[in-house]
């Protein structure tokens, strides 16, 4: 059964809904692209923070950094295994970053909210101005935890194009069964 073809407006007005989903897709994708572009270039300022170079590193970072290093080195590993691509690959991480990092955003303002109605507000900005190794290490694995989820799993192929199911198909008698059967 088709559906009857649709009148001037309704093709203008479904036209202009698909426009706008494109625009807001890539406005969205682009968005999310940047802020992981953002995460991933602040890192070196955040790590090297006292511009003492490697004597100001911590701990936590001295740990951070190979980390960060092999979890990358498997994400290549992967792109080149799945034939991803290196700008594919490299979209894939930036995109998982700009996710992670709006999560994150997302917590830090539903609790200002939420603390906004309590006499903790101050104390709680004054938490997030402190430089305290809990929330690094929280910032940290939020960058790990993005790039282990950036791998890719598949190929893109398989990602893009589903399985095609046939839609109607018809019994199909083999020559031998033709035979048989005179």
Same mark, same amino acid.
């Given at each position: 059964? &088709?559906?009857?073809?649709?009148?001037? !407006? *309704?093709?203008?007005?479904?036209?202009?809904?698909?426009? $706008?989903?494109?625009?807001?897709?890539?406005?969205?994708?682009? +968005? $999310? /692209?940047?802020?992981?572009? $953002?995460t991933?270039?602040?890192?070196?300022? %955040?790590i090297?923070e006292? *511009?003492?170079?490697? !004597?100001d590193?911590?701990?936590?970072?001295?740990?951070?950094?190979?980390?960060? !290093?092999?979890?990358? /080195?498997?994400?290549?590993?992967?792109?080149?295994?799945?034939?991803? *691509? %290196?700008?594919?690959?490299? #979209?894939r991480?930036?995109?998982? =970053?700009g996710?992670?990092?709006v999560?994150?955003? @997302?917590?830090v *303002?539903?609790l200002?909210?939420?603390?906004? =109605?309590?006499?903790?507000? =101050?104390?709680? %900005?004054?938490?997030?101005? &402190?430089?305290?190794? %809990? #929330?690094?290490?929280? #910032?940290?694995?939020?960058?790990?935890?993005?790039?282990?989820?950036?791998?890719?799993?598949?190929? @893109? !192929?398989?990602? #893009?194009?589903?399985?095609?199911?046939?839609?109607?198909?018809?019994? +199909?008698?083999?020559?031998? @069964?033709?035979? @048989? +059967?005179?």
């Amino acid at each position: 059964m &088709q559906s009857p073809e649709l009148s001037l !407006a *309704g093709k203008l007005d479904n036209g202009l809904t698909k426009a $706008l989903c494109l625009l807001l897709r890539g406005l969205k994708t682009c +968005s $999310l /692209w940047l802020l992981g572009l $953002l995460t991933l270039a602040a890192l070196p300022l %955040i790590i090297l923070e006292y *511009g003492e170079g490697l !004597a100001d590193l911590s701990l936590l970072e001295w740990g951070f950094m190979p980390l960060l !290093a092999l979890l990358l /080195w498997r994400h290549i590993h992967y792109c080149q295994h799945f034939t991803t *691509g %290196i700008w594919r690959g490299l #979209s894939r991480l930036l995109m998982f =970053q700009g996710v992670m990092s709006v999560l994150g955003l @997302a917590i830090v *303002g539903l609790l200002t909210v939420l603390l906004a =109605q309590t006499e903790h507000l =101050q104390t709680f %900005i004054r938490y997030l101005l &402190q430089d305290d190794p %809990i #929330s690094k290490f929280v #910032s940290f694995g939020t960058v790990l935890l993005a790039a282990y989820l950036a791998a890719p799993t598949a190929t @893109a !192929a398989t990602i #893009s194009t589903p399985e095609a199911v046939p839609y109607c198909m018809e019994p +199909s008698v083999s020559t031998t @069964a033709k035979e @048989a +059967s005179l």
